[in-house]
């Protein structure tokens, strides 16, 4: 127990003094979506060639959803820190998709993504993006079972 | 027995100078104003998974020692201890290792262990600390047994990981461009490892060294890093959590939860659990090979090319 206390603690102390160094030195800068161009950015990165349809930011700017051409699924872009994080929303991908007023709260079966949420301008954005997750899904449902 | 073979393991005593160096680090780039990115999270949650590895280690160091000790013990001959039969057990152990990481992104039982390190957006010196938890279970110290049949002492062998693993520290960093070109030809640099780091796909599944790029170079492994393709660092599908329990054990969920899929033949469970990471059943996921594919049809003009 000895062995690790004498790992453990200076390993505390140096993560707070580097946490700390970071914040002081201003180093981080957080992912803020105030337009549409970091969205656009990642998802050239990720899906170079699909052509997008629109983007909607949520309020809190700190999530967006794609829709994109030719019926592919939409994506999910979420901040992450100084970074962002994306996820298609295939049916399969989605676990929950439940919505109240301008609030849409998207969970998916993915053990490293928290629930998200998206906060839209008004309750008719978010039932519109709502329904249009929920067809494509739809769409993609019976488009396998065709298959 | 030299006796600095016996005591605290060597990257221990190093780690004082990993944190002044991350610190340094920092301040450089501050100063700078660049040659990296730091976000608290994300380094925070580098360091602790260092911890944990260490602590694991500590807990379960000795399952790996015994194995190669019983491999040593029936060895035909035992080598002496001196500065010829360390370099050479020097040079074994980083082939070894180039074999054991190239094993890592091969297979996803091995990935699920290695997918860690990994796991960051960022490339800076905590990233060589954010080391996995289950690297017994991945089975990978199966590679060194040859080294103990050849009669190298286990502990000389510990002794020489510890040195590849603290010379792997210095080179996570966005701080260094390039090295002197005869050191670059022969050594793994910032350079190359941030290839490996990066989830472009031109430069997805390269530059396995530890210490000499020699061996990705021998094997039909090396991509440079170029200047019209910066480096991306992460995976090919982000985490989306800072939890350390989940960045550990993540890969290990996403096996159980594909494996274990109605309908699946024991051939495809079995895929799901070796194969390389990516390989699915149906149309869900992509493996690297089929990314640069799909790389190569959008760009075809870099068809050929070094990693494509």
Known sequence: ?147 | MPEFLQGTPITTLAAPFFVLLIIAEIILIKVRGKGGEYESKDAATSVLMGVGSTVVDGLLGFVSVALLLAAYNIAPAKLPINWVTGIACFVLIDIAYYWIHRYYHRSRWGWAAHVIHHSSQHYNLTTALRQTWSGLLSGGVLLFVPIALMGFHPLLMGFCYGLNLIYQFWFHTEMIDKTPRWFEAIMNTPSHHRVHHANNPRYLDSNYAGVFIVWDRMFGTFVAERTDDAPRYGLVSDLGTFNPLRVATHEYVGIIKDASQKGLSLKERLFYIFAEPGWCHDEGRKSSRQIKADYVALHPQHKGDPGL
């Open chain 1, 1 to 147: 127990m000895h062995d690790y206390i004498i790992v453990l603690v200076p390993s505390l102390v140096a993560i707070i003094i580097m946490v700390v160094l970071i914040k002081m030195t201003r180093l981080e800068h957080l992912v803020r979506f105030d337009d549409e161009a970091p969205v656009r950015d990642t998802m050239d990165a990720h899906f170079e060639g699909q052509a997008i349809e629109r983007i909607v930011l949520s309020e809190d700017q700190q999530s967006a959803l794609v829709f994109m051409q030719n019926g592919a699924p939409p994506v999910l872009v979420r901040a992450f820190g100084d970074r962002m994080v994306v996820r298609v929303l295939a049916p399969k991908a989605i676990k929950d998709l439940s919505g109240e007023d301008t609030q849409l709260s998207i969970a998916l079966n993915d053990f490293t993504w928290p629930r998200t949420k998206i906060i839209f301008a008004n309750a008719a954005a978010r039932t519109n993006a709502q329904s249009l997750i929920s067809t494509s899904a739809d769409h993609s449902k019976e488009a396998s079972s065709h298959a």
